[in-house]
């Protein structure tokens, strides 16, 4: 049985929901930027810029198009109608518990979730795909246009 599990996170509500038609993933020596920009034309910045005791921004970052990405519907519709707290015209993002990606992780001969326990599994889903983020703290979002 799938022990995974996503949890609806909302930091953020200006961006449209299911109408994020643009991301663009950047990761420099000043660590990582994910900026959104949905069909107004408004435009955030999730960024991960803080220095993780594993020596790096961020744990592990991958994309994956949206319709391999398809195993997440069953539980995206479970946080759904788990969650009621959320502004649903907006976008949300998602943390699973039980992640198979740190689960992965762990795997690697390096510092772990039994190391680090408040390790995160983030969630960015938009139009074409899905950007999954590994890290022991929240992002910080800046708005850069809101339409």
């Given at each position: 049985m799938d022990s995974r599990r996503l949890h609806i996170w909302q930091p953020v509500t200006c961006l449209e929901r299911a109408q994020i038609i643009n991301a663009t993933l950047n990761y420099t020596d000043r660590g990582l930027c994910l900026t959104l920009i949905d069909r107004n034309n408004t435009e955030v910045d999730i960024i991960y810029d803080k220095m993780s005791p594993i020596q790096d921004y961020v744990w592990s970052f991958r994309y994956t198009g949206e319709i391999?990405?398809?195993?997440?519907?069953?539980?995206?519709t479970e946080a759904m109608t788990q969650e009621q707290s959320k502004n649903s015209s907006a976008e949300w993002f998602y943390k699973m518990s039980n992640s198979d990606y740190i689960e992965w992780f762990d795997q690697l001969p390096w510092i772990g979730s039994k190391e680090i326990p408040t390790v995160e599994h983030h969630?960015?889903?938009?139009?074409?795909?899905v950007f999954d983020i590994i890290s022991d703290y929240e992002s910080r979002f800046v708005i850069r246009n809101n339409a």
């Open positions: 391999p990405r398809s195993d997440l519907v069953d539980m995206v969630i960015y889903c938009y139009n074409d795909g």
